[in-house]
């Protein structure tokens, strides 16, 4: 099944000037930005290196082999990576600088890159969720907190980026990274949102309430906002968000699997749409609303603190780490939870107390809703187990 990375065989000969950045190139972008560019491009928009230049040296770097970039990111986005470093249409861009925060405590995994187009437009690519540890505690922040401290570095970088170059802007992110780039776009100023042609979001999760959707500067982006999520979604389902998305056909068949960029369908260089999300995208998203309605300041501050102070206590960095590791690893989250205090404990246990029956509730209220046998056929097996 066609994918980004056909994309790029078919299209790397054709430059932007014949055929101008797209849904598919941004989809590209996201997907290799979880190479550690960083480690070739510098964070300070000092020196801007080639595309192509800044590849290779990261492939160079990496023994110049394909390899997986943690437990749950393929080498796909590495194979991708140097197709597009010898292809005409991709080999030109810039990059200007690549800003990477990482922090344990608090949780912060924040990646943004700059790429300079061969016109002067600029593409603002956040990185999504990498394997960090790190990374998986800030996306539990982004449900339990309103908000993570990458929001702050995010809106920096774009403001710094605007500041040295004149060019029109895109805003692109998968994942962590589309929830960045949209409110980066919400909260920039008035001069620089004028220069946002578009953002595209990737299956990014939605905000911890709806106001930035009930804001002017939303509703200045929507004619150009790009917003797309498979058809089985279930990251993009999360916390409160728009609905202004496109539903995309995927290879894979649920919506784990279906969150890699890489099994996104994309023919004659567009991404191949559905009507609507399926069953369990709309299940995911009903029954993770209540749940999260649910959510007390008592409830959220004992999440808050189980996880922080049982993922600190594995020891580990990674989540690939943490497979090599498992026994120590859980070891230590035991000795962690034990010492915490009866009642966050009580209180921690209560945040989920009720997430089977709103489960069922949820199934029960998208069947009510549902028009295809196939939705109502998994609905009921749901309801009568």
């Known amino acids: 099944m066609p994918n980004s990375k056909n994309y790029i065989e078919e299209f790397g000969d054709i430059t932007f000037e014949e055929r101008p950045f797209c849904d598919a190139d941004a989809l590209a972008l996201c997907q290799v930005f979880y190479m550690p560019l960083e480690q070739v491009v510098s964070s300070d928009f000092s020196e801007e290196k080639s595309f192509s230049e800044a590849c290779h040296e990261l492939f160079d770097l990496r023994n110049n082999k394909h390899k997986a970039l943690g437990l749950m990111i393929t080498k796909n986005p590495s194979v991708n990576l140097m197709l597009m470093a010898d292809t005409k249409r991709f080999s030109d861009i810039k990059i200007a600088a690549v800003e990477e925060v990482f922090s344990s405590e608090p949780a912060i995994q924040y990646c943004a890159g700059t790429f300079i187009l061969p016109n002067g437009d600029l593409a603002i690519v956040y990185r999504g969720t990498d394997d960090t540890i790190a990374g998986w505690v800030e996306d539990l922040d982004l449900m339990v907190r309103k908000g993570t401290p990458a929001y702050e570095f995010a809106l920096r970088h774009l403001e710094k980026a605007a500041a ?104 004659d260089g567009e991404l191949v749409l559905k009507p609507d999300v399926n069953f369990m995208a709309k299940l995911t998203d009903e029954w993770l609303a209540t749940l999260i309605d649910s959510l007390t300041e008592n409830t959220i501050f004992a999440v808050d603190t189980v996880v922080t102070k049982v993922t600190q206590a594995t020891g580990v960095i990674t989540l690939t780490e943490l497979t090599k590791h498992l026994k120590t690893a859980v070891g230590g989250a035991v000795a962690a939870y034990k010492e915490i205090d009866p009642q966050t404990k009580e209180y921690f246990k209560e945040a989920f107390s009720g997430a089977g029956k709103m489960l069922i509730s949820a199934a029960k209220a998208v069947k009510d809703n549902a028009s295809d046998r196939a939705a109502n056929i998994l609905a009921n097996r749901i309801l009568n187990n």
């Open 164 to 267: 040295k170059y004149n060019g029109r802007i895109y805003l692109c992110g998968h994942s962590k990274g589309g929830n960045i780039a949209l409110r980066s776009a919400i909260k920039c100023s008035d001069e620089i949102r004028s220069r946002i042609i578009s953002v595209f979001n990737y299956d990014g999760p939605g905000f911890f309430n709806y106001h930035l959707f009930n804001t002017p500067a939303y509703s200045e982006i929507l004619p150009g906002y790009r917003h797309f999520v498979p058809s089985s979604s279930m990251i993009g389902m999360m916390l409160c968000h728009d609905y202004d998305y496109q539903a995309v056909k995927s290879s894979r068949l649920t919506g784990a699997f279906q969150h890699d960029l890489g099994t996104w369908q994309i023919e």
